[in-house]
């Protein structure tokens, strides 16, 4: 078997069980939405962090078990209404956190995987401690039961911030969010789906600069870009301010992709930043698979002078 190919086999995740999708989370490109897969991917991993903690983690909410960075690999578009399933394995543990993976099924295909590095967090939602004993125990009998593959990345990381990722002088490119109550999670934090929302409109906001210096049309053509990997880090957990100020820059360029790199800052504080690998697609397609094609090359000096302004 070829290096991490077992992620794409349900085989490997034990049994899956049914992850619903919902119209609701369809798109205008007519499949799930970057920010439902990735929800999809959470109740998986919620259900077995429910498993594992017991009630200290639902409904008690004593152990706030919440990720400090996660690798969303989006391989094949997901469709409603056809079933999928969801499958979650424990890689690895330390006494200061553990590594999750994840894995969506439509129709035999592996639809995405995720790698998650999951840490306890104090009340403050801002500070990290270690696992309580009976957890480590109980993730030490589970890796003993089911050994990680050798491939896969046995031990909890760090998942550190990207250097100057904290800084909103590196980004070239500004917005702003607002927040809503519907932003807090039932920990009073603030919500993956809101932090995944934030990480959109960053996008967005950079996409469609772009695309206006290009001479395209800035409110619909920016969508010609498909995630292909996120690669999500959380500085905090907080509650959500009133607003967030987003913050975009393209790190790369390829032939037919670019590199984002766009955050969410809580006033002066950094609160989630995320790199974003996309991939350029045949634009006159409104339906079905759109395959990759070369960055036009107006678009390609648009995108390459919004870059980084950080050290790379």
Known sequence: MKHDAWRHDPAAYGAPEPAPTRFADVDTRR???NIAVHGLHQEARQRWLMAAGGAAVWPEGTLRLKPVACRTEFWRECHYPAPVSAGLRLLGAAPEGF???AGLFQAGDC?????TAVAAWDADLATRVDLPPALRDDLAARLDQHPAPDSAVAAFAAARL?????RPQHYPVAAQLGSRYGDFDADGCSSE???M???EQAR????QQAFAAAGGDPDADWVSLLVARIDLHWAHHRAPPRHWALAGAVTHTGSSSVVLRVAMFDGPSLQAMADCVMVYTDPTRS?????AVALPAPLRAALQALAWRGAV
């Open 31 to 33: 499949h799930v939405n």
């Open 99 to 101: 590594t999750l993976a």
């Open 111 to 115: 639809v995405g995987i995720q790698q």
């Open 162 to 166: 990207p250097a100057g990722s904290d």
């Open 193 to 195: 789906a809101a932090v």
């Open 197 to 199: 929302r934030g990480i």
């Open 204 to 207: 967005a906001a950079l996409l």
């Open 287 to 291: 339906t079905g698979p759109a395959g």
